[in-house]
């Protein structure tokens, strides 16, 4: 469905710089990759931060205030800092929460070039049901009967699966549905070219750089054929 093999970075570029900080992002887009994925939180003072565990020395990170932010030991990044990279990249924003949608959109509505993702598939559910100006996708790990299918039945147009479960059955079904079909965490070259091969649309993965090079090595040799 895509007119090359996309590549995004996990995180950033979080083998060069710590994940989900600026730093991280641009690298990635320093080494020419389509776009990164980053994870959104809100923290309990209305606070959206982009922060991908569910903890932090044992407290919720939704029970967390800003005034936490300074203690992490590395510049973390805010959901306002995407702006930045608004017009330069294009960013898959996964939401790790449900149930603050409100608030959500308020911060990243008016950004272009964005795909919002989730595990929590009740908030895609919601976000189509409000007909947002952005692309939705699902995150799945494992595998979900006729994928295609439930996923446009939720409003998605881009599906991000665990690779390992990613087979050529799969991207048929969410092709014939007009899904885009891009796994993560994909770090190693010989899962690149299976992915390619049987048609996935791109991938997500820690080594932005690296699956740039060798994407531009393979088309190289294509076109010199």
């Keep these: 469905m895509t007119e090359r093999f996309l590549v995004y970075g ?12 600026v730093a991280s992002f641009e ?5 020419g990759a389509d776009g990164f994925e980053t994870d959104l939180r809100l923290l309990a003072d209305g606070t959206p931060i982009l922060f991908h565990d569910d903890e932090w020395q044992e407290a919720e990170i939704e029970s967390l205030t800003s005034d936490w932010i300074p203690t992490v030991g590395y510049e ?7 702006a930045a990279f608004a017009q330069r990249t294009s960013m898959i924003l ?5 149930r603050w949608e409100d608030a959500l959109l308020s911060a990243i509505a008016s950004l272009p070039n964005i795909v919002v993702a989730s595990f929590d598939h ?14 939705l996708g699902l995150t799945i790990f494992g595998s979900i009967a006729d994928t295609g299918e439930y996923a446009r039945k939720l409003g998605a147009s881009w599906v991000f699966p665990s690779f390992r479960y990613v087979d050529e059955d799969l991207i048929q079904d969410l092709h014939a549905h007009d899904i885009r079909c891009v796994p993560w965490t994909v770090n190693r070259e010989r899962d690149w070219e299976r992915l390619r091969e049987i048609g996935c649309d791109g991938v997500i993965t820690d080594l932005a750089g690296e699956a740039v090079a060798w994407r531009n090595s393979k088309f190289k040799i294509q076109n010199a054929k």
């Design 10 to 21: 996990h995180r950033g570029s979080p083998r060069r710089f710590p994940e989900n900080t």
């Design 27 to 31: 690298e990635t887009v320093r080494a």
């Design 76 to 82: 973390l990044a805010r959901v306002s800092d995407l």
């Design 122 to 135: 009740r908030t895609i559910a919601e976000l189509a049901m409000r007909r947002v100006p952005f692309d």
């Design 94 to 98: 996964e939401v790790k929460r449900s």
